[in-house]
């Protein structure tokens, strides 16, 4: 089973397993280190998250209450306001929900809440510090081509980083390569695919967490869409492959810059909250 399953009778009653809750303190106001920890050009240990590997040499874990997603009641209330952007006829039942990182066209990472259905995907902008949603897409399943399952990856002559991650990507491009003009706008919004990778907090949290993983998501959505394909009243012809997933990323700082500082996550920083 996976994280925040529940049945169609069940639509009111969202909770998050036991092992789920956190018991947080007011968070600590902290002076942030001076610069990055090492240089973004220098590879991770193989096998290495690379997000990790930014805190490698400071001699100490990440301040995981710096994240307001973790505040008590804080996650719930956000599955619980975003329940009621689907529609049963559209959406179908709902069948769990997720905190995940969205990664752009641009290699830009952000915090996402995506809840799967029957029929569709929802990936939701919350604002955790407000405690309101900002905007959502719809992905309806029957509009997909394909979903990639594998390890995400960097073009052979990149400078980035290798990421050491796994993820998912949804297609719904209908064969059709994106444009000069989308791919080198960064605030293109008509992008055909997107990128998920599991949550920062499913790394600082000893991966344990399956609210967090990307693999999770991924699993269930791959029967979500097998499901949907045995449906006699569909037309839909998603494939699933298991392949390495390549980021168009090939020198990459001001990606760089915003992943390392976590800037598409709500959190605290020093003085100032966003």
């Known amino acids: 089973m996976f994280p925040l399953m529940i049945s169609e009778v069940q639509r009111s009653a969202w909770t998050l397993p036991q092992d789920n809750r956190r018991e947080v303190s007011a968070p600590t ?32 874990e990440p301040a995981i209450d710096e994240f307001f997603s973790v505040r008590v009641g804080a996650l719930e209330q956000a599955v619980e306001e975003c329940q009621h952007l689907t529609d049963l006829e559209t959406d179908g039942a709902i069948k769990g929900a997720w905190l995940l990182t969205e ?11 995506v809840i799967l259905c029957e029929l569709s995907l929802l990936v939701v902008k919350y604002d955790f510090i407000a405690l309101r949603h900002i905007e959502f897409t ?26 050491n991650m796994q993820g998912f990507r949804v297609t719904w491009n ?26 920062p907090l499913y790394w600082y949290t000893g991966c344990e967490n399956s609210t967090y993983d990307a693999k999770s998501l991924a699993k269930e959505l791959k029967l979500a869409i097998e499901n949907m394909l045995d449906r006699p009243d569909t037309a839909a012809t998603c494939s699933v492959s298991q392949s390495p997933i390549v980021i168009e990323n090939y020198v990459g700082i001001a990606s760089l810059l915003h992943n390392a500082t976590e800037l598409g996550f709500f959190k605290l920083r020093g003085k100032v909250s966003f």
């Open 29 to 60: 106001v902290t002076t942030p280190p001076t610069g990055l920890s090492r240089s973004f050009y220098q590879q991770p240990p193989i096998g290495r998250p690379r997000r990790a590997s930014w805190h490698a040499d400071t001699g100490s």
């Open 103 to 113: 990664i752009n066209h641009w290699d830009i990472e952000k915090e996402r809440v």
């Open 138 to 163: 719809r992905i309806c399943l029957t509009s997909l081509e394909n979903l990639q399952i594998g390890e995400l990856t960097y073009p052979s002559h990149s400078l980035v980083p290798a990421r």
């Open 174 to 199: 209908n064969g059709h390569q994106i444009s000069f003009a989308q791919k080198w706008n960064p605030w293109s919004r008509d992008i055909p695919y997107t990128t998920f990778t599991s949550h």
